[in-house]
């Protein structure tokens, strides 16, 4: 039997070997000259690699039961303690809708407050709360309403939607497993079609349903295939005429507020605009819990920079940082990742700039703040099937938990691109400015433009044509792909509008400047809060050794729901008075406290509080009467000290604020010996 380490480097092979292929895919799917036979044979060959490593996974479980995730246990905690509950559970539900219950309101509100505080405050960012109603026209020129389709059809007589591929690729299963002794080239002819499914276009995919005779719940044929946009479409105002939608990301509301946040930041550049709010996404088949929804919270960070100059001003100060880091060439070769310093990433070319890598280095910070487990993180550069054309990096941080790795913080250098389509849409110059300390010469194209041929091809349009020519006139880098089109062929297409040789004419010359207008890049880390607040669930979910019935849930104490519990040792109204004097101290210092004066063992209450993650509590017994000490009790290692009621605030307050260590509390008051149960 292979050792864990053998099994886990044969995975890691086969994961390379797997993206290799699933790259090879997906550029097979997007060329119209690929074979389909070709298509079928590549995709079958990763079906094979996926089988082959899941089963290694398996016997890697099964030769460590131990680090097995329990998750059946998990998921009956997280619903009994309600942390996470079905949206309309009485209703019956709805998929891809959850609830937060008290605990995990109260977690995620601690969360989002350090995610300012590390973000929004250590980088003095712009913070801003948009409108989630979006108007069409904005989402049309970012290009969503182009993207995030699907194909569906409907059945004729209840109207009900049903995703096109999926109804097909059903189909055939049902087919092969009623008809087992089926021959092998019939079988691989259904299994070829099959694994076209979510190439196939609308008339290709509408054939295929007919041809299997795939029928509508109703009993009637599908309605004809269509393309279903995964964003949520709704009317602004009463007439219905303004179309609108709920955002599928929060980036758009700072983009085109650009002009008016560089203003508010006195013209300095590079600077950084963040917000944090609610996203929609009408996904078809919401799965894997809060992992893929239809509602959920984002943070995002727009740090906006000269493209000519990535530096950071704070990179020194995280460029020791080590990240796990899982790049391009590594996923297409060895399957493993490198442990390497943010700092040495950067200097080599792996991470594409200084920002983008000090943005990685500040999220591996904050995940390691609030307690995720930094042997579970990592970060996967896309590969370049996977980037968008405008895009100069890509890095996902990846949390692992029982669904595998999943992304769940984006870092993407989107280049100039985003500000540059709203700029041209509204014809509003999304630029900033570089100030010289010296005069620079730039060379630069002087135009001359015949008014009266521009005014009778674009009349009233001639002066954001000409406009749009002295833009790009103001740099000869610029200029001169116009100017070889015109000499060439006579004519060029500038932001849409055609314009001939006769219209224009220029000179090359140079002037001096003292200032450089540009179009600023983009650095985006994009946080799904719901996927980070599941992985935390998950990293802090444990269950005791010595009792596999006690469950903890060890949230550090500055993101825990609640901070301290008080309990009394006895009902007496003496010890009592005590316990509520302790807990609106304890309150009053802005610190949520549970107070469980229930007649249940003291050990049973101490495991109520591990289950919802309280990190302390304290206990009032009868030596509190006569001398004024309680003990506190640590969550995880349950030893508890002895200390004057008078300190539990302040000593609470510091471990919240992590100005205080278990190790140096338990140095400073007698430790005491207290049975559980």
């Known amino acids: ?91 019956g539900g709805v998929k891809g809708l959850f609830d937060l219950g008290p605990p995990a309101c109260a977690l995620k509100a601690a969360m989002v407050d350090v995610w300012r505080k590390h973000f929004v405050l250590a980088e003095s960012m712009l913070e801003m709360e948009c409108t989630c109603l979006t108007p069409e026209i904005v989402l049309k020129t970012s290009g969503h309403v182009e993207r995030f389709t699907d194909l569906m059809v409907k059945d004729p007589v209840s109207g009900e939607c049903f995703r096109a591929d999926k109804l097909l690729e059903d189909v055939i299963d049902e087919l092969l497993e009623a008809n087992p002794d089926m021959p092998n080239d019939e079988r691989e002819e259904h299994l070829r079609v099959q694994r076209q499914a979510d190439a196939f276009s609308p ?12 029928k509508a719940p109703s009993g009637e044929p599908y309605g004809a295939s269509f393309p279903f946009n995964l964003m949520f479409k709704t009317s602004i105002g009463p007439e219905g005429t303004s179309v609108g939608y709920l955002r599928p990301e929060t980036a758009q509301g700072l983009f085109v507020n650009f002009r008016r946040l560089l203003d508010a930041n006195a013209q300095k550049m590079p600077f950084a605009a963040a917000q944090i709010g609610l996203g929609f996404r009408n996904e078809i088949a919401p799965r894997s819990g809060l992992l893929r929804v239809r509602e959920f919270c984002m943070g995002e960070i727009e740090h906006f920079v000269n493209p000519d100059d990535k530096s950071h001003p704070n990179f020194s100060t995280v460029a020791d940082k080590e990240l796990v880091l899982f790049g391009r060439d590594d996923q297409l070769g060895s399957g493993k990742t490198k442990t390497i310093s943010i700092g040495d990433a950067v200097a080599t070319g792996l991470v594409n700039n200084e ?115 002295e833009t790009l006139a103001e740099n000869w880098t610029d200029f001169e792909p116009i100017a070889s089109a015109l000499e060439t062929e006579g004519k060029t297409t500038v932001d849409g509008f055609e314009i001939t040789k006769e219209m224009v004419s220029w000179t090359k010359t140079t002037k001096k400047v003292h200032e450089i207008k540009f179009t600023p890049s983009v650095i985006e880390p994009s946080f799904g809060m719901g996927r980070i607040l599941y992985s935390l669930l998950e990293h802090c979910f444990y269950q005791r050794d010595a009792d596999e019935q006690r469950c903890v849930m060890k949230f550090k104490p500055a993101v825990a729901p609640q901070k301290c519990a008080v309990l009394p040792i006895s009902s007496g109204d003496e010890v009592n008075a005590v316990v509520d004097e302790i807990a609106a101290e304890l309150m009053d210092s802005d610190m949520a406290t549970r107070v469980d004066k229930s007649t249940a063992s003291l050990g049973r209450r101490y495991a109520r509080a591990d289950e919802i993650g309280v990190p302390f509590a304290v206990t009032v017994d009868f030596d509190t009467l006569a001398d004024g000490t309680v003990t506190l009790r640590e969550r995880d290692s349950t030893t508890q000290i002895r200390l004057p009621k008078a300190d539990v605030t302040r000593v609470v307050f510091d471990f919240v604020h992590g100005r205080l260590t278990w190790e140096e509390a338990t140095a400073k008051y007698p430790v005491v010996q207290v049975k559980e149960d």
């Open 203 to 214: 008339a290709e995919l509408d054939e295929q349903l007919a041809k299997y005779g795939c």
């Open 355 to 469: 920002t983008l890598g000090y943005f990685m280095a500040r999220t591996q910070l904050f995940m390691e703040r609030i307690g995720m487990d930094p042997a579970r993180l990592r970060f996967r550069q896309h590969l370049t099937t996977e980037m968008a054309h405008y895009a100069c990096d890509c890095w996902d941080l990846e949390i692992q938990s029982s669904y595998g790795w999943v992304e769940c913080v984006g870092h993407a250098d989107r280049a100039c691109y985003d500000l540059d389509v709203h700029g041209k849409a509204t014809k509003t110059p999304m630029v900033a400015t570089l100030k010289l300390d010296e005069a620079r010469e730039v060379e630069v194209a002087k135009l001359k433009f015949d008014r009266k041929a521009l005014g009778k091809t674009f009349k009233a349009d001639q002066r954001v044509v000409s406009g749009a020519l």
């Open 1 to 91: 039997m292979p050792s864990a380490d053998e099994l886990q480097d044969r995975i890691d092979a086969l994961n390379a070997q797997i993206t290799k292929q699933g790259s090879l895919v997906r550029e097979l799917k997007k060329q119209s000259s690929s074979n389909a036979d070709d298509i079928a044979s590549a995709v079958e060959q990763l079906k094979k690699l996926k089988i082959e490593a899941e089963t290694l996974r398996k016997q890697k479980e099964a030769a460590d039961p131990t680090k097995a995730f329990n998750r059946k246990v998990f998921d009956e905690l997280i619903l009994r303690k309600m942390f996470i509950v079905p949206s309309f559970e009485i209703h």
